[in-house]
């Protein structure tokens, strides 16, 4: 319902707009209320932290025990908490909500018959668009985990992008990254000596971003990017706080900053928890950004398609932008253009390059009606090389005024081999530019696969073929 008919019909509705800081205010005297009963945990975000289960269950003499004590620890702070063990992350979390123990070699087993909205369901552990993958995954029929799991590795890269073959290896269980992603280079820990010392969110929250930014400048110089980070702060009486954050993808800069200021915000303004000391005693004058898991930089790049001047990520937008422009200053105003696009019947015509900064108008309209336009896919690279095609007794294959072969495709010669067709379709005729002077005789387009597993794309005019596109 919406909120207003909501309040309509309950005036006493309460509506709560989400803040992740106030979230981690509240969840930091928890965090600390586990760590008296287990040392070392992860927080995934606020609300949610994962723990190594085998060494709880060794010191308390069983899971369920452990599980106990944890829901004790919880309690005392006045919140309900539900505990979830398994081999595996995603699974340990998704058992979390239904309060579940999974057996041992038992992940892909429990994961099977539940709806495959639950590989969207939470957001640390996977992209942002995993919503738009479970809702194409439901619109094709695979309404289940276990559906998707059955699915072959190599069927799921071939259709789908990276983040379904992660989706595709949580549904079946195999075995996440290790808990560190690779060896530490040197030099990766920032800190910052306060002075004056520092007791105010605000002020602490600029110093972690500016010690965000240093942080990753030196993850860049590594080539490496983190994805479990170790935010630390330090009083004046030499009291350490300490707290472990671990991510499902790679930190920016702007995650990091975020999550040091949660931190720090939970730290500076949450209830001293007691026994446990990790509300700072007095104002703070270190703080400590320390990487503990690092994985290759690849995992940070960003195609062009996501920080180009059409991105959904602004910042890497505006970065992009920058660099062509200062390329552009260089070699000059038509060095760097830009694709749109534009109208036509061919694949190349569907694009007009365009000097970065001129108005960015089309040679065609793209919204009008093209009868003879090429339907989608589009071939993969364009081209325009030179070809011969041939028949069986070896006589040239041409396109007739009334718009088909002259006689029937067997093979295709392109430089100095040649190739046997093992299928073709076409041709379709193109009736452009009749009025022309050099527009004269019959157009067409053809599709052929070659006994090699290559589709081209061919385009016949002035009595001769080119190869217009290679398809992928």
Known sequence: MRKRESQAISPELHVAIADAGRNARIFEPVVAGVIETIPFVEVLRPGLLVMSAAGAARYFGGMEIAAERLIDAVSVHGAESSIG????LFTAVTAARRGQIVPENGDAEFLAPLPIAELASEPSLCAEDRGDLVDLLYRLGIRRIGDFARLSPADVATRFGADAIA?????RAVPDRPPSGQPLPPDLVVEHQCDPPVDRVDAAAFIGRMLSVELHAALSAASVACTRLIVTAKTETGQECSRVWRCAEPLTPEATADRVRWQLDGWLTGKAVRGVGDRPDSPIVTLRLEPVEVVDSAALQMGLGEVGLGGTDPEGAQRAKRAL??????LGGAAVQVPIRSGGTGPAQQVTMIPLGDEQVPDADPEAPWPARLPQPAPAVLMSQRVQITDPDGRPVRV????GFSSEPS?????????DLEWWAGPWPTDERWWAPDGGGPAARAQVLLDDSRALLLHFAGQGWSVEGVYE
């Open 85 to 88: 063990v398994a081999d595996q």
């Open 167 to 171: 989706a595709h290896r949580v549904a």
């Open 325 to 330: 422009m200062r390329v552009q200053g260089l």
């Open 400 to 403: 007739t005024g009334r718009g």
């Open 411 to 419: 093979t295709l010669s392109w430089g100095s081999r040649s190739w």
